[in-house]
């Protein structure tokens, strides 16, 4: 397959090479058509397919795409409903194209259409089997982040490094959301990527272990024309687990890692609030410690609502309904998270804080995996 760049037609011995854009979208409806324009242009160089996956977005960006496919065939919409998530979205895409090569881009006008074929050509020169737009490359150029988030994006892309397959040190930017790849050799490791990890091309690099042939483009990064970043507290949140993930071997599932550091903080609200009533109240230790437990579990229910189980919010009445659930699901191991740490503390050591761990520990397993399919409907 020969890639065209001069813009006349290949040979007869040598088709044009098919190549598939994924634009993952969600309320773009002001940045994907001007973005296609450009895109569509590239149809002078390969044969193009370009797939628009759209997590059924308010502003009208499905609605957009669909007419504008009716009059130009290299178009096509993948509009999910009830499914979300920008790697999940990626995945989607990637293996419902039908190119040899693959593009992953933004929708939003941060990446340049020209580094398509760019990234393109390094891909066959070079034959590798993934091509990086990078915005941390020496030749790179930013202009769309602004300092913080460079500074946090560098900060990432460090602790990305650490967790990563050595064969991997020389890459620049683990977090980027332009890259390109060869999909027969790709399609295994793609089945194999966490669609609720931080990045897709972390998650992708992670499970290859190492086994691609790599390299790095610059890119010149661009402004946002319309709307906001989507990055917010929940998307740091993702890039901590993955990070734990990786270090862990994989051997943890992604949400037990996030579920127990939510823990972490249940145990902190806990304890703090049983020296509060103990200390500053009064109230003996097996009389507080029933509030605190209580306590400690609403706690726990509402990070893990915003932040574990993100993707299956709760909302609105649901969302006390959830409450009740939960706090159904953690009875029985909250009395016997009171019974341990009672029983510890007349008869092992009379040291509250061991006697709160002693119970914490043994309720985590039941919570974690009761809470996940009664509470929020995942496996």
């Given at each position: 397959?020969?890639?065209?760049?001069?813009?006349?037609?290949?040979?007869?011995?040598?088709?044009?090479?098919?190549?598939?854009?994924?634009?993952?979208?969600?309320?773009?409806?002001?940045?994907?058509?001007?973005?296609?324009?450009?895109?569509?242009?590239?149809?002078?160089?390969?044969?193009?397919?370009?797939?628009?996956?759209?997590?059924?977005?308010?502003?009208?960006?499905?609605?957009?795409?669909?007419?504008?496919?009716?009059?130009?065939?290299?178009?096509?919409?993948?509009?999910?409903?009830?499914?979300?998530?920008?790697?999940?979205?990626?995945?989607?895409?990637?293996?419902?194209?039908?190119?040899?090569?693959?593009?992953?881009?933004?929708?939003?006008?941060?990446?340049?259409?020209?580094?398509?074929?760019?990234?393109?050509?390094?891909?066959?020169?070079?034959?590798?089997?993934?091509?990086?737009?990078?915005?941390?490359?020496?030749?790179?150029?930013?202009?769309?982040?602004?300092?913080?988030?460079?500074?946090?994006?560098?900060?990432?892309?460090?602790?990305?490094?650490?967790?990563?397959?050595?064969?991997?040190?020389?890459?620049?930017?683990?977090?980027?959301?332009?890259?390109?790849?060869?999909?027969?050799?790709?399609?295994?490791?793609?089945?194999?990527?966490?669609?609720?990890?931080?990045?897709?091309?972390?998650?992708?690099?992670?499970?290859?272990?190492?086994?691609?042939?790599?390299?790095?483009?610059?890119?010149?990064?661009?402004?946002?024309?319309?709307?906001?970043?989507k990055l917010d507290l929940a998307i740091v949140w993702d890039f901590l687990i993955s990070i734990l993930h990786s270090l862990s071997f994989r051997i943890l599932p992604r949400r037990a890692i996030s579920f127990g550091l939510v823990g972490s903080t249940g145990v902190l609200v806990q304890v703090l609030l049983c020296q509060l009533l103990t200390g500053l109240g009064g109230i003996n230790f097996e009389r507080a410690l029933p509030f605190a437990v209580?306590?400690?579990?609403?706690?726990?229910?509402?990070?893990?609502?915003?932040?574990?189980?993100?993707?299956?919010?709760?909302?609105?009445?649901?969302?006390?309904?959830?409450?009740?659930?939960?706090?159904?699901?953690?009875?029985?191991?909250?009395?016997?998270?009171?019974?341990?740490?009672?029983?510890?503390?007349?008869?092992?050591?009379?040291?509250?804080?061991?006697?709160?761990?002693?119970?914490?520990?043994?309720?985590?397993?039941?919570?974690?995996?009761?809470?996940?399919?009664?509470?929020?409907?995942?496996?």
């Amino acid at each position: 397959m020969a890639l065209e760049t001069d813009g006349k037609a290949a040979s007869a011995s040598a088709p044009a090479l098919r190549v598939s854009i994924v634009l993952p979208t969600y309320n773009e409806r002001y940045n994907i058509e001007p973005l296609l324009a450009k895109l569509l242009l590239l149809k002078q160089h390969v044969d193009l397919e370009i797939l628009v996956v759209d997590d059924d977005s308010a502003d009208g960006t499905a609605e957009l795409v669909r007419q504008l496919a009716h009059h130009e065939p290299s178009l096509r919409l993948i509009r999910r409903v009830g499914r979300a998530g920008l790697a999940s979205a990626i995945k989607e895409g990637l293996l419902d194209a039908t190119g040899d090569v693959a593009v992953v881009m933004d929708s939003d006008g941060q990446h340049e259409p020209a580094s398509v074929l760019r990234a393109i050509e390094t891909l066959q020169q070079q034959e590798l089997d993934l091509v990086i737009g990078s915005r941390f490359h020496a030749q790179a150029e930013i202009l769309g982040l602004s300092g913080r988030r460079e500074q946090g994006s560098s900060w990432a892309n460090r602790c990305a490094r650490f967790s990563l397959s050595r064969a991997y040190d020389s890459l620049t930017d683990y977090m980027s959301g332009f890259f390109a790849l060869r999909l027969d050799e790709a399609i295994p490791l793609l089945r194999a990527v966490d669609v609720n990890g931080f990045k897709f091309l972390y998650e992708l690099l992670a499970v290859s272990k190492g086994r691609l042939r790599v390299a790095e483009i610059p890119l010149s990064f661009q402004p946002r024309i319309h709307g906001r970043s989507k990055l917010d507290l929940a998307i740091v949140w993702d890039f901590l687990i993955s990070i734990l993930h990786s270090l862990s071997f994989r051997i943890l599932p992604r949400r037990a890692i996030s579920f127990g550091l939510v823990g972490s903080t249940g145990v902190l609200v806990q304890v703090l609030l049983c020296q509060l009533l103990t200390g500053l109240g009064g109230i003996n230790f097996e009389r507080a410690l029933p509030f605190a437990v209580v306590a400690a579990a609403t706690s726990n229910y509402l990070i893990n609502n915003v932040l574990t189980f993100r993707f299956a919010r709760l909302r609105g009445f649901a969302l006390l309904r959830g409450l009740l659930k939960f706090l159904l699901v953690s009875s029985l191991p909250a009395l016997a998270n009171v019974g341990l740490a009672i029983a510890f503390y007349e008869n092992v050591a009379r040291d509250s804080l061991w006697a709160q761990l002693a119970g914490i520990i043994v309720v985590f397993v039941w919570n974690y995996a009761a809470s996940s399919r009664f509470v929020w409907n995942t496996p």
